[in-house]
Protein backbone atom coordinates (compact mmCIF):
# COMPACT_ATOMS: atom_id res chain seq x y z
CA UNK A 1 0.00 0.00 0.00
CA UNK A 2 2.85 2.03 0.88
CA UNK A 3 4.29 2.15 -2.71
CA UNK A 4 0.91 4.14 -3.99
CA UNK A 5 0.43 6.65 -2.30
CA UNK A 6 1.32 8.87 -4.12
CA UNK A 7 -1.56 8.08 -6.85
CA UNK A 8 -5.04 10.18 -6.46
CA UNK A 9 -7.70 7.92 -5.07
CA UNK A 10 -11.57 7.33 -5.56
CA UNK A 11 -14.06 5.46 -3.27
CA UNK A 12 -17.54 4.76 -2.42
CA UNK A 13 -17.72 6.23 1.18
CA UNK A 14 -21.02 5.48 1.92
CA UNK A 15 -22.06 1.24 2.64
CA UNK A 16 -23.17 -0.72 -0.29
CA UNK A 17 -26.89 -0.68 -0.60
CA UNK A 18 -29.68 1.57 -1.31
CA UNK A 19 -29.84 4.90 0.64
CA UNK A 20 -31.00 8.59 1.35
CA UNK A 21 -27.61 9.34 0.56
CA UNK A 22 -23.93 8.11 -0.96
CA UNK A 23 -20.60 9.67 -0.51
CA UNK A 24 -17.96 9.50 -3.30
CA UNK A 25 -14.96 10.61 -1.93
CA UNK A 26 -11.50 12.34 -3.84
CA UNK A 27 -7.94 12.87 -2.68
CA UNK A 28 -5.16 13.91 -4.43
CA UNK A 29 -1.91 15.59 -4.05
CA UNK A 30 -2.46 17.78 -6.64
CA UNK A 31 -5.44 20.20 -7.31
CA UNK A 32 -8.54 19.21 -8.00
CA UNK A 33 -9.60 22.53 -10.29
CA UNK A 34 -9.90 20.56 -13.49
CA UNK A 35 -12.26 17.59 -11.62
CA UNK A 36 -14.14 19.87 -9.74
CA UNK A 37 -14.80 22.18 -13.39
CA UNK A 38 -15.74 18.80 -15.14
CA UNK A 39 -18.26 17.24 -12.51
CA UNK A 40 -19.33 20.57 -11.10
CA UNK A 41 -19.23 23.32 -13.53
CA UNK A 42 -18.18 26.01 -11.74
CA UNK A 43 -15.30 26.89 -8.81
CA UNK A 44 -16.08 25.06 -5.03
CA UNK A 45 -15.44 27.83 -2.36
CA UNK A 46 -13.32 25.72 0.34
CA UNK A 47 -15.24 23.95 3.45
CA UNK A 48 -18.49 25.01 1.93
CA UNK A 49 -21.23 22.54 0.40
CA UNK A 50 -22.26 23.61 -3.01
CA UNK A 51 -25.53 22.51 -4.37
CA UNK A 52 -25.56 21.82 -7.46
CA UNK A 53 -25.99 19.70 -10.69
CA UNK A 54 -23.12 16.79 -11.06
CA UNK A 55 -22.24 16.55 -14.95
CA UNK A 56 -21.43 13.00 -17.29
CA UNK A 57 -18.86 13.72 -19.79
CA UNK A 58 -21.17 14.47 -22.44
CA UNK A 59 -22.80 17.41 -19.72
CA UNK A 60 -25.78 16.03 -18.97
CA UNK A 61 -26.91 15.42 -15.33
CA UNK A 62 -26.33 12.80 -13.18
CA UNK A 63 -28.02 13.93 -10.13
CA UNK A 64 -28.53 17.06 -7.93
CA UNK A 65 -26.52 17.06 -4.47
CA UNK A 66 -23.49 18.66 -2.60
CA UNK A 67 -20.04 19.05 -3.71
CA UNK A 68 -17.51 19.95 -0.88
CA UNK A 69 -13.41 21.25 -1.54
CA UNK A 70 -11.45 20.61 1.16
CA UNK A 71 -8.06 21.91 0.19
CA UNK A 72 -4.89 20.57 1.63
CA UNK A 73 -3.32 20.71 4.41
CA UNK A 74 -6.90 21.33 5.83
CA UNK A 75 -8.83 17.93 5.18
CA UNK A 76 -8.72 14.22 6.54
CA UNK A 77 -6.34 12.74 4.71
CA UNK A 78 -3.88 16.59 4.57
CA UNK A 79 -4.26 16.65 0.81
CA UNK A 80 -6.86 17.49 -2.22
CA UNK A 81 -10.20 16.22 -0.78
CA UNK A 82 -13.35 16.62 -3.34
CA UNK A 83 -16.47 15.04 -1.68
CA UNK A 84 -19.61 14.66 -3.61
CA UNK A 85 -23.10 14.10 -1.69
CA UNK A 86 -25.50 12.49 -4.16
CA UNK A 87 -28.77 10.21 -3.60
CA UNK A 88 -27.47 7.11 -2.49
CA UNK A 89 -28.58 4.54 -5.54
CA UNK A 90 -26.27 2.22 -6.15
CA UNK A 91 -26.02 2.80 -9.67
CA UNK A 92 -25.43 6.37 -9.64
CA UNK A 93 -22.86 6.07 -7.26
CA UNK A 94 -21.04 3.70 -9.74
CA UNK A 95 -21.21 6.67 -12.60
CA UNK A 96 -20.50 8.99 -10.04
CA UNK A 97 -16.73 7.14 -9.24
CA UNK A 98 -16.35 6.33 -12.80
CA UNK A 99 -16.99 9.83 -13.95
CA UNK A 100 -14.06 10.61 -11.21
CA UNK A 101 -11.85 8.27 -12.63
CA UNK A 102 -12.64 9.40 -16.07
CA UNK A 103 -12.03 13.34 -14.99
CA UNK A 104 -8.77 12.61 -12.60
CA UNK A 105 -5.83 11.79 -14.76
CA UNK A 106 -4.10 9.25 -13.04
CA UNK A 107 -6.78 8.37 -10.54
CA UNK A 108 -7.27 4.73 -8.88
CA UNK A 109 -10.00 2.80 -6.46
CA UNK A 110 -9.03 3.30 -3.18
CA UNK A 111 -7.92 0.21 -1.00
CA UNK A 112 -9.34 -0.13 2.08
CA UNK A 113 -8.63 2.10 4.45
CA UNK A 114 -6.25 4.58 2.55
CA UNK A 115 -7.94 7.35 3.16
CA UNK A 116 -7.15 7.35 6.88
CA UNK A 117 -3.73 6.02 6.03
CA UNK A 118 -3.00 9.15 4.26
CA UNK A 119 -4.26 10.90 7.32
CA UNK A 120 -1.92 8.73 9.06
CA UNK A 121 1.59 9.46 6.89
CA UNK A 122 0.54 13.12 6.37
CA UNK A 123 0.41 13.76 10.32
CA UNK A 124 -2.97 14.57 10.51
CA UNK A 125 -3.24 11.54 13.40
CA UNK A 126 -1.21 9.15 14.48
CA UNK A 127 -1.06 5.11 14.49
CA UNK A 128 -3.32 5.18 17.98
CA UNK A 129 -5.51 7.95 16.00
CA UNK A 130 -6.06 5.89 13.17
CA UNK A 131 -7.02 2.55 14.83
CA UNK A 132 -9.26 4.76 16.56
CA UNK A 133 -11.28 5.90 13.55
CA UNK A 134 -11.87 1.71 12.70
CA UNK A 135 -13.05 0.83 16.43
CA UNK A 136 -15.55 3.77 16.36
CA UNK A 137 -17.18 2.37 13.31
CA UNK A 138 -16.96 -1.27 14.73
CA UNK A 139 -18.25 -0.06 18.15
CA UNK A 140 -20.52 -2.52 19.40
CA UNK A 141 -21.47 -1.11 22.80
CA UNK A 142 -22.05 2.75 23.73
CA UNK A 143 -19.27 2.64 26.31
CA UNK A 144 -16.96 1.26 23.33
CA UNK A 145 -17.78 4.23 21.49
CA UNK A 146 -17.27 6.53 23.64
CA UNK A 147 -14.23 5.19 24.40
CA UNK A 148 -12.79 5.14 20.59
CA UNK A 149 -13.84 8.64 20.33
CA UNK A 150 -11.89 9.65 23.15
CA UNK A 151 -8.99 7.61 21.48
CA UNK A 152 -9.61 9.73 18.39
CA UNK A 153 -9.56 12.79 20.07
CA UNK A 154 -5.51 11.78 21.53
CA UNK A 155 -6.51 10.79 24.78
CA UNK A 156 -4.21 7.11 25.05
CA UNK A 157 -1.76 9.27 22.72
CA UNK A 158 -1.82 12.14 25.00
CA UNK A 159 -0.39 9.73 27.92
CA UNK A 160 1.67 7.59 25.72
CA UNK A 161 3.62 10.67 24.41
CA UNK A 162 4.00 12.29 28.01
CA UNK A 163 5.66 9.22 28.98
CA UNK A 164 8.25 8.62 25.39
CA UNK A 165 9.05 12.81 26.55
CA UNK A 166 9.97 11.06 29.80
CA UNK A 167 11.94 8.51 28.52
CA UNK A 168 13.64 10.58 26.10
CA UNK A 169 14.69 13.38 29.44
CA UNK A 170 16.37 10.48 30.91
CA UNK A 171 17.95 9.13 27.85
CA UNK A 172 19.39 12.45 27.02
CA UNK A 173 21.10 12.41 30.62
CA UNK A 174 22.31 8.73 30.57
CA UNK A 175 23.88 8.86 26.80
CA UNK A 176 25.81 12.28 27.64
CA UNK A 177 27.38 10.64 30.57
CA UNK A 178 28.47 7.85 28.28
CA UNK A 179 29.83 10.55 25.73
CA UNK A 180 31.51 12.46 28.99
CA UNK A 181 33.16 9.58 31.11
CA UNK A 182 34.98 11.79 33.17
CA UNK A 183 31.59 11.82 35.03
CA UNK A 184 31.92 8.90 37.46
CA UNK A 185 28.35 6.95 37.17
CA UNK A 186 27.83 6.57 40.70
CA UNK A 187 27.71 10.69 41.29
CA UNK A 188 25.37 10.79 37.77
CA UNK A 189 23.20 8.55 39.59
CA UNK A 190 22.88 9.94 42.69
CA UNK A 191 22.62 13.64 40.80
CA UNK A 192 20.18 13.16 38.38
CA UNK A 193 18.43 10.68 40.97
CA UNK A 194 17.70 7.97 37.80
CA UNK A 195 16.27 5.59 40.33
CA UNK A 196 13.76 7.72 41.26
CA UNK A 197 12.85 8.49 37.28
CA UNK A 198 12.53 4.72 36.62
CA UNK A 199 10.49 4.53 39.74
CA UNK A 200 7.93 7.02 38.80
CA UNK A 201 7.70 5.54 35.03
CA UNK A 202 7.53 2.46 35.94
CA UNK A 203 3.95 3.73 37.95
CA UNK A 204 3.00 5.77 35.25
CA UNK A 205 3.26 2.86 32.57
CA UNK A 206 1.65 0.42 35.42
CA UNK A 207 -1.52 2.39 35.23
CA UNK A 208 -1.56 3.62 31.51
CA UNK A 209 -1.31 -0.26 31.22
CA UNK A 210 -4.20 -1.03 33.40
CA UNK A 211 -6.40 1.49 31.72
CA UNK A 212 -5.23 -0.43 28.61
CA UNK A 213 -6.05 -3.63 29.53
CA UNK A 214 -9.59 -2.09 29.96
CA UNK A 215 -10.00 -0.69 26.50
CA UNK A 216 -8.80 -3.33 25.00
CA UNK A 217 -11.34 -5.17 26.58
CA UNK A 218 -14.00 -3.07 25.31
CA UNK A 219 -12.87 -3.34 22.17
CA UNK A 220 -12.79 -7.19 21.69
CA UNK A 221 -14.92 -8.46 24.54
CA UNK A 222 -15.00 -11.82 26.07
CA UNK A 223 -15.30 -15.43 24.51
CA UNK A 224 -17.64 -17.15 26.96
CA UNK A 225 -18.57 -20.84 25.90
CA UNK A 226 -21.23 -22.69 28.01
CA UNK A 227 -20.55 -26.37 28.16
CA UNK A 228 -21.51 -29.23 30.02
CA UNK A 229 -24.19 -32.63 29.44
CA UNK A 230 -27.27 -32.41 27.87
CA UNK A 231 -30.30 -30.97 28.94
CA UNK A 232 -28.21 -29.11 32.07
CA UNK A 233 -29.68 -25.61 31.11
CA UNK A 234 -27.11 -24.01 28.53
CA UNK A 235 -29.75 -23.12 26.09
CA UNK A 236 -31.90 -21.67 28.68
CA UNK A 237 -29.59 -19.38 30.34
CA UNK A 238 -28.05 -18.62 26.82
CA UNK A 239 -31.83 -17.23 26.10
CA UNK A 240 -31.60 -15.85 29.95
CA UNK A 241 -28.70 -14.19 29.65
CA UNK A 242 -29.56 -12.12 25.71
CA UNK A 243 -33.30 -11.37 26.96
CA UNK A 244 -34.62 -13.51 23.87
CA UNK A 245 -35.31 -17.15 22.64
CA UNK A 246 -32.57 -17.57 20.62
CA UNK A 247 -31.77 -21.86 21.23
CA UNK A 248 -34.38 -24.45 21.00
CA UNK A 249 -35.19 -25.72 24.66
CA UNK A 250 -36.48 -28.93 24.85
CA UNK A 251 -36.40 -31.88 27.46
CA UNK A 252 -35.03 -33.80 24.51
CA UNK A 253 -31.23 -34.65 25.02
CA UNK A 254 -28.93 -33.66 22.00
CA UNK A 255 -31.99 -30.40 20.87
CA UNK A 256 -28.96 -28.42 20.21
CA UNK A 257 -26.70 -29.93 17.88
CA UNK A 258 -24.58 -27.04 16.88
CA UNK A 259 -23.03 -23.51 18.16
CA UNK A 260 -25.46 -20.85 18.92
CA UNK A 261 -23.76 -17.46 19.43
CA UNK A 262 -25.03 -14.17 20.55
CA UNK A 263 -22.98 -10.87 21.89
CA UNK A 264 -24.73 -9.36 25.07
CA UNK A 265 -23.61 -6.38 27.08
CA UNK A 266 -22.67 -6.21 30.77
CA UNK A 267 -21.44 -2.43 32.08
CA UNK A 268 -20.95 -2.06 27.99
CA UNK A 269 -18.44 -4.84 27.51
CA UNK A 270 -19.39 -6.91 24.67
CA UNK A 271 -19.97 -10.48 25.45
CA UNK A 272 -19.60 -13.53 22.88
CA UNK A 273 -21.61 -15.76 23.98
CA UNK A 274 -21.39 -19.36 22.79
CA UNK A 275 -24.16 -22.12 23.33
CA UNK A 276 -22.75 -25.51 22.21
CA UNK A 277 -23.67 -28.98 21.61
CA UNK A 278 -23.96 -31.13 25.04
CA UNK A 279 -20.53 -33.02 25.66
CA UNK A 280 -21.40 -36.37 25.67
CA UNK A 281 -20.62 -39.96 23.44
CA UNK A 282 -22.75 -38.79 20.63
CA UNK A 283 -25.16 -41.68 19.04
CA UNK A 284 -25.26 -40.06 15.86
CA UNK A 285 -23.36 -38.65 13.34
CA UNK A 286 -24.83 -35.20 13.38
CA UNK A 287 -24.46 -35.19 16.94
CA UNK A 288 -21.13 -36.09 16.85
CA UNK A 289 -20.07 -33.30 14.65
CA UNK A 290 -22.15 -31.07 16.79
CA UNK A 291 -19.63 -32.17 19.81
CA UNK A 292 -16.37 -31.90 18.13
CA UNK A 293 -17.95 -28.27 17.21
CA UNK A 294 -18.33 -27.67 20.79
CA UNK A 295 -14.53 -28.67 21.87
CA UNK A 296 -13.74 -26.30 19.26
CA UNK A 297 -15.62 -23.68 20.79
CA UNK A 298 -13.97 -24.45 24.25
CA UNK A 299 -10.15 -24.19 23.17
CA UNK A 300 -10.59 -20.70 22.00
CA UNK A 301 -12.77 -19.63 25.04
CA UNK A 302 -11.97 -16.81 27.35
CA UNK A 303 -14.24 -18.19 29.67
CA UNK A 304 -15.44 -21.98 29.91
CA UNK A 305 -18.88 -21.35 31.70
CA UNK A 306 -19.41 -25.63 32.92
CA UNK A 307 -23.04 -25.70 33.62
CA UNK A 308 -24.19 -28.50 36.29
CA UNK A 309 -27.72 -29.47 36.95
CA UNK A 310 -28.17 -29.42 40.60
CA UNK A 311 -31.52 -32.08 40.57
CA UNK A 312 -28.97 -34.75 38.38
CA UNK A 313 -26.52 -34.34 41.12
CA UNK A 314 -26.91 -37.10 43.63
CA UNK A 315 -26.87 -39.54 40.27
CA UNK A 316 -24.10 -41.97 40.02
CA UNK A 317 -24.30 -41.67 36.07
CA UNK A 318 -24.34 -38.10 35.61
CA UNK A 319 -21.55 -37.67 38.35
CA UNK A 320 -19.32 -39.94 36.14
CA UNK A 321 -20.32 -37.97 33.13
CA UNK A 322 -19.49 -34.60 34.85
CA UNK A 323 -16.29 -36.25 36.30
CA UNK A 324 -15.41 -37.37 31.92
CA UNK A 325 -16.05 -33.91 30.88
CA UNK A 326 -13.44 -32.55 33.58
CA UNK A 327 -10.92 -34.98 32.51
CA UNK A 328 -11.01 -34.02 29.05
CA UNK A 329 -10.91 -29.84 29.50
CA UNK A 330 -7.53 -31.52 31.81
CA UNK A 331 -6.29 -32.96 28.97
CA UNK A 332 -6.56 -29.79 26.45
CA UNK A 333 -5.30 -27.21 28.25
CA UNK A 334 -2.46 -26.94 31.43
CA UNK A 335 -3.66 -26.79 34.87
CA UNK A 336 -2.89 -23.06 35.66
CA UNK A 337 -4.79 -21.90 32.42
CA UNK A 338 -7.39 -23.98 33.07
CA UNK A 339 -8.11 -22.55 36.58
CA UNK A 340 -7.94 -19.14 35.15
CA UNK A 341 -10.77 -19.58 32.33
CA UNK A 342 -13.16 -22.55 33.60
CA UNK A 343 -16.12 -21.10 36.17
CA UNK A 344 -18.23 -24.06 37.44
CA UNK A 345 -21.85 -22.61 37.77
CA UNK A 346 -24.95 -24.93 39.09
CA UNK A 347 -28.73 -24.32 37.34
CA UNK A 348 -31.90 -25.15 38.33
CA UNK A 349 -31.38 -23.74 41.81
CA UNK A 350 -35.10 -23.05 41.85
CA UNK A 351 -35.36 -26.72 42.15
CA UNK A 352 -32.55 -28.18 44.50
CA UNK A 353 -30.31 -26.30 46.70
CA UNK A 354 -26.57 -26.27 45.81
CA UNK A 355 -22.91 -27.21 47.27
CA UNK A 356 -21.90 -24.25 49.87
CA UNK A 357 -20.42 -21.35 48.43
CA UNK A 358 -21.13 -22.67 44.48
CA UNK A 359 -22.53 -20.14 42.55
CA UNK A 360 -26.05 -20.81 41.65
CA UNK A 361 -28.84 -19.81 39.59
CA UNK A 362 -32.07 -20.39 37.81
CA UNK A 363 -31.99 -19.88 33.96
CA UNK A 364 -35.62 -20.57 34.30
CA UNK A 365 -36.56 -17.99 36.61
CA UNK A 366 -33.49 -15.17 36.37
CA UNK A 367 -32.48 -16.20 39.99
CA UNK A 368 -28.37 -15.16 40.70
CA UNK A 369 -27.71 -14.19 36.80
CA UNK A 370 -26.59 -10.66 38.24
CA UNK A 371 -23.81 -12.71 40.56
CA UNK A 372 -22.90 -14.58 37.36
CA UNK A 373 -22.87 -11.34 35.36
CA UNK A 374 -20.69 -9.85 38.13
CA UNK A 375 -18.33 -13.06 38.17
CA UNK A 376 -17.89 -12.88 34.00
CA UNK A 377 -16.83 -9.12 34.19
CA UNK A 378 -14.30 -10.41 37.58
CA UNK A 379 -12.91 -13.06 35.32
CA UNK A 380 -12.46 -10.26 32.59
CA UNK A 381 -10.07 -8.10 34.72
CA UNK A 382 -13.07 -5.64 34.31
CA UNK A 383 -13.06 -2.62 36.99
CA UNK A 384 -15.91 0.01 37.39
CA UNK A 385 -15.15 2.28 33.86
CA UNK A 386 -12.90 5.00 35.23
CA UNK A 387 -13.43 8.19 33.54
CA UNK A 388 -12.01 8.82 30.64
CA UNK A 389 -11.41 5.82 29.32
CA UNK A 390 -9.70 5.19 26.08
CA UNK A 391 -10.71 1.75 23.36
CA UNK A 392 -7.36 0.33 23.28
CA UNK A 393 -5.99 -2.76 21.16
CA UNK A 394 -4.06 -5.75 21.82
CA UNK A 395 -1.08 -4.37 20.19
CA UNK A 396 -0.86 -1.52 22.61
CA UNK A 397 -0.87 -3.47 25.47
CA UNK A 398 1.73 -5.81 24.37
CA UNK A 399 4.21 -1.98 23.92
CA UNK A 400 3.39 -1.03 26.81
CA UNK A 401 4.55 -4.49 28.53
CA UNK A 402 7.46 -4.97 26.97
CA UNK A 403 8.14 -0.85 27.57
CA UNK A 404 7.83 -1.37 31.16
CA UNK A 405 9.55 -4.53 31.21
CA UNK A 406 12.57 -2.58 29.40
CA UNK A 407 12.43 0.17 32.23
CA UNK A 408 12.84 -2.27 35.12
CA UNK A 409 15.96 -4.48 33.50
CA UNK A 410 16.74 -0.41 32.98
CA UNK A 411 16.64 0.02 36.93
CA UNK A 412 18.42 -3.53 37.35
CA UNK A 413 21.53 -2.18 35.52
CA UNK A 414 21.03 1.18 37.10
CA UNK A 415 22.29 -0.49 40.35
CA UNK A 416 25.22 -2.03 38.72
CA UNK A 417 25.79 0.65 37.79
CA UNK A 418 26.31 -0.22 33.80
CA UNK A 419 25.12 3.05 31.97
CA UNK A 420 25.47 1.58 28.74
CA UNK A 421 23.28 -1.25 29.35
CA UNK A 422 21.07 0.99 30.67
CA UNK A 423 21.27 3.31 27.55
CA UNK A 424 20.23 0.38 25.86
CA UNK A 425 17.14 -0.79 27.67
CA UNK A 426 15.90 3.03 27.32
CA UNK A 427 16.23 2.65 23.86
CA UNK A 428 14.42 -0.41 23.46
CA UNK A 429 11.72 1.07 26.00
CA UNK A 430 11.29 4.33 23.99
CA UNK A 431 11.18 2.23 20.36
CA UNK A 432 8.23 -0.31 22.25
CA UNK A 433 6.75 2.66 23.23
CA UNK A 434 6.86 4.99 19.97
CA UNK A 435 5.14 1.70 18.16
CA UNK A 436 1.94 2.47 19.62
CA UNK A 437 1.67 6.09 17.70
CA UNK A 438 3.32 4.98 14.88
CA UNK A 439 7.12 6.65 14.95
CA UNK A 440 8.88 3.39 14.76
CA UNK A 441 6.85 0.89 12.95
CA UNK A 442 7.43 -1.48 9.95
CA UNK A 443 5.67 -1.41 6.68
CA UNK A 444 3.97 -4.77 7.00
CA UNK A 445 1.91 -4.00 9.91
CA UNK A 446 0.70 -0.39 8.53
CA UNK A 447 -0.72 -2.68 6.18
CA UNK A 448 -2.41 -5.26 8.40
CA UNK A 449 -4.06 -2.65 10.58
CA UNK A 450 -4.84 -0.36 7.49
CA UNK A 451 -6.21 -3.69 5.49
CA UNK A 452 -8.92 -3.97 8.27
CA UNK A 453 -10.78 -0.91 7.00
CA UNK A 454 -13.67 -0.73 5.06
CA UNK A 455 -13.07 0.71 1.55
CA UNK A 456 -13.67 5.04 1.35
CA UNK A 457 -12.49 5.23 5.00
Not at 81 to 102: I, M, N, S
Not at 346 to 352: E, I, R
Amino acid sequence: MLARHQDPIVAIATAPGRGAVGIVRVSAREPLDALIQALCGQALKPRHAHYLPLRAADGTVLDHGLALHFPAPHSYTGEQVLELQAHGGPVLLQLLLARCLEALPGARLAEPGEFTQRAFLNGKLDLAQAEAVADLIDASTETAARSAARALDGALSTEVNALRDALIHLRMFVEATLDFPEEEDVEFVEQENVLGQLGGLQQRLAQILARTRQGALLRDGLQVVLAGQPNVGKSSLLNALAGAELAIVTPIPGTTRDRVSEQIQIEGVPLHIVDTAGLREASDEVERIGVARSWESIAKADVVLFLHDLTRLHEPDYQREDERIRAQLAAHDDAAHLEARLLHVYNKADAAAAPDGALSLSAKSGAGLDALRRELLQRAGWQSVPEGLFIARERHVRALRATLEHVQQAEAQVRLPALDLVAEELRLAHEALSAITGQFTADDLLGEIFGRFCIGK
